[in-house]
């Protein structure tokens, strides 16, 4: 559960969103994805916690503020959306918008392409082509953005459903065994029914027709960004750690591999690890590994927080403009 503010205030010094100052941001890890897949339902428990945390969203939103309430994946799959729509109603007085693969993956690439101008400011927005891997609780989006041109999918993998499927040890994971889950999530991926049009991404990206400058590789989501914090401290672009991280795919991958050994309790000994997510981080971790191989990622890759949310935040105000 994550939720932004920002105010139309360019001039603002401080961090921005292509000059809107960001007021406020945050998580919660509520599990919301917790064994959809499985029961159809949404689990009561992670029901409660994301009645809890919208709650307390509502108490901290300041007055007279214009905002929109959006879910995705785990809606999408819910055999009945109607406990979580009904609780969006009545904290909020507002109509939850359940957004769908594409205009979620469009909007998460809107985020990530405003760090990446932060990061690499002396690219040419309107000739670098943006590559962006992004890995939920319940879904994960791939797909690419330049200037006017875009192209977005999002596929029915995510952390919490990679998590629970492969039953990941909270003794930890030896590096046979994290290599044997990368060779089997990319065979069950390869099954998805929306695999060819997934495939057919790739091979846009790969035989494009439109011309660029540079490319430059992204990878969203929460866990990835708490991975960052926790293991890549060393390699922060911006003094804002949620901007993100850069570094390579191959030092990730052997950094994953000695997370995913490490026990739980271990792992929750490591500084700036969120002690949230440190049960489901390996399967996110896993998931984004094998994505990034069959999608051709390459270095420098960024790790940024920017997503979604600051994806919704520009639409917000672009539509105003």
């Not at 360019?10 to 941001?25: A, F, H, W, Y």
């Amino acid at each position: 559960m994550k939720y932004i503010c920002v105010k139309d205030q360019r001039k603002v010094p401080g961090p921005t969103l292509r000059g809107l100052e960001i007021v406020d941001q945050g998580s919660k890890v509520t599990r919301l994805a917790k064994n959809v897949v499985q029961t159809g339902v949404f689990d009561p428990q992670a029901l409660k916690l994301t009645e809890d945390t919208l709650s307390e969203m509502a108490q901290k939103m300041p007055k007279n503020t214009d905002f929109v309430v959006a879910a995705t994946e785990s809606a999408r799959k819910v055999q009945d959306p109607k406990p979580l729509v009904d609780l969006v109603r009545n904290i909020f007085s507002k109509n939850l918008i359940i957004l769908d693969g594409a205009q979620e993956a469009h909007l998460s690439s809107k985020g990530a392409c405003a760090a990446a101008q932060k990061v690499w400011p002396q690219d040419d927005p309107k000739k670098t082509l943006y590559c962006f891997l992004e890995v939920g609780g319940g879904s994960a989006q791939f797909g690419y953005h330049m200037n006017s041109h875009f192209g977005g999918i999002s596929i029915p993998f995510g952390a919490v459903t990679v998590f629970e499927k492969y039953s990941l040890s909270a003794d930890g994971t030896s590096k046979k065994q994290s290599e044997a889950i990368l060779g089997s999530l990319k065979n069950d991926i390869q099954l998805l029914p929306n695999f060819e049009e997934f495939k057919q991404m790739i091979n846009t990206i790969g035989h494009t027709n439109f011309s660029y400058n540079s490319i430059r590789y992204l990878a969203i989501g929460g866990t990835l960004i708490s991975t960052a914090r926790a293991l890549l401290d060393g390699n922060r672009s911006q003094q804002d750690d949620f901007v993100g991280y850069t570094t390579s795919l191959t030092t990730l991958r052997e950094k994953v591999f000695n997370f995913a050994s490490l026990s739980l309790k271990e792992r929750l000994n490591i500084p700036k690890i969120d002690p949230t997510r440190a049960d489901i981080m390996p399967a996110g971790l896993l998931l984004f590994l094998a994505l990034a191989e069959m999608t051709h990622f390459s270095d420098p890759l960024l790790i940024t927080g920017w997503g979604l949310r600051h994806g919704m935040a520009l639409r917000a105000f672009e539509e105003k403009e």
